[in-house]
């Protein structure tokens, strides 16, 4: 039966991977579908049927008020959607919706797709670490059904809450990793074919280990470095290379809608995704751009954490390495290098990698 169903999420939906999945399998399931997200400016976007609102993100930045004004939005689109179900993309979503609840008979599902309360921005910031926590202590037990994307996050929340029903949907690539238009990425950038693509791509934030992979990079030859997305650290990175003195082999992608990410990795040659431990969010990480990489026939270099590590050790798909050691990062290159072939993904495992062949689960939480 078809529901109507509402996503919240603090971010551009049509540049999240997670987002851009979940609204396409609700389409597939016949659903009626809006999503209420943050964009550059308020606007209406008609996707694939799907009606994305998008909130000004100007108005979103005064950092006192920002969330009290999301939460605002986030009710009155509620009340005016009347939605049977509402997924939450994060806790920032989560709030809103959970208090909506008293007033509206309505299902809700909580993507904890990082552990909110243990974000790396919050280090240094207890006191507002502390409000976040109580929210989610408060309203949580208002959900229905907790997603995590991996054992590590569940195990981790379950002693924290003991929620009843928390469930893992792996946060893995849609089909355009495998069924994408190719970008000549070396044409873009006007690079020669001997030169190798290290790619990043992502949030541009602290704790990331770009600096890092700057850092040994200027010990390869012929290697660049390709960072695609956003974020408030490209100053940083261009002092960094700039020390390093490789600033003309360090090279910016601004963010593209996330079905057009997958034709960058054809010309690359690498993907990194060297996470520092800076908090037990970075600490439990499993980005989604580990089976991107994957999925798309690149040999990953990664830290040694503990979900990331398994990943790439289970699908011998890369090289784990300490997040801070230029020698280890070096002699993973030179491995990779010698025996490239290896660390491409067969056909067979890049399908189970796919969030339609192995998230199917999903289908079944928003159609009970």
């Known amino acids: 039966m078809s529901k109507k169903i509402l996503i919240l999420f603090w971010g551009h939906p049509l540049y999240d991977g997670r987002c851009i999945n979940m609204i396409n399998q609700c389409i597939a399931e016949k659903h009626q579908l809006s999503i209420l997200g943050v964009g550059n400016k308020a606007e209406q976007i008609n996707y694939k049927n799907a009606a994305i609102q998008l909130i000004d993100q100007k ?51 909580y993507d904890s797709r990082e ?9 240094n910031k207890p006191i507002t670490q502390k409000i976040w926590s109580w929210y989610e202590k408060k309203y949580i037990s208002h959900i229905d059904v907790v997603l995590v994307t991996a054992k590590i996050d569940q195990t981790y929340l379950t002693t924290l809450y003991n929620h009843p029903n928390m469930v893992i949907v792996k946060n893995l690539p849609g089909d355009c990793f495998i069924n994408n238009t190719k970008q000549n990425l070396k044409e873009l950038l006007c690079l020669g074919d001997e ?6 791509q992502g949030k541009l934030h602290n704790g990331r280990g770009i600096r890092f992979a700057i850092q040994c990079i200027a010990h390869i030859q012929d290697a660049v470095l390709v960072l695609i997305g956003d974020g408030p650290m490209k ?28 034709a960058f990795a054809s010309k690359a040659y690498i993907g990194l995704s060297i996470i520092q431990p800076i908090s037990k969010s970075y600490e439990h990480a499993l980005p989604n751009k580990l089976f991107e990489y994957a999925v798309s026939g690149l040999p990953i270099i990664c830290s040694d954490l503990q979900a990331m590590k398994e990943m790439v050790e289970k699908y011998k798909t890369g090289i784990a390495i300490k997040h801070s050691n230029t020698e280890e990062f070096i002699k993973a290159y030179e491995k990779i290098n010698q ?30």
């Open 115 to 123: 552990l909110y309360t243990q974000l790396a921005g919050l280090i």
């Open 59 to 109: 108005q979103l930045k005064n950092r006192f008020t920002k969330y009290l004004k999301f939460f605002k939005y986030a009710k009155q689109k509620i009340v005016i959607d009347k939605p049977d179900l509402i997924i939450a993309s994060d806790l920032y979503s989560m709030i809103p919706a959970a208090q909506s609840k008293n007033k509206f008979p309505v299902k809700i599902i």
């Open 195 to 200: 030169q190798k693509i290290f790619l990043y």
């Open 339 to 368: 025996n490239y072939d290896k660390y491409i993904l067969d056909q067979k495992n890049k399908l189970e990698l796919l969030w339609a062949t192995q998230n199917k689960h999903f289908i079944k939480i928003i159609n009970e």
């Open 235 to 262: 100053k940083q990175y261009l002092q960094t290379a700039q020390k390093y003195k490789i600033e003309d082999r360090l090279f910016f992608v601004d963010a593209v809608p996330y079905e057009d990410l997958a």
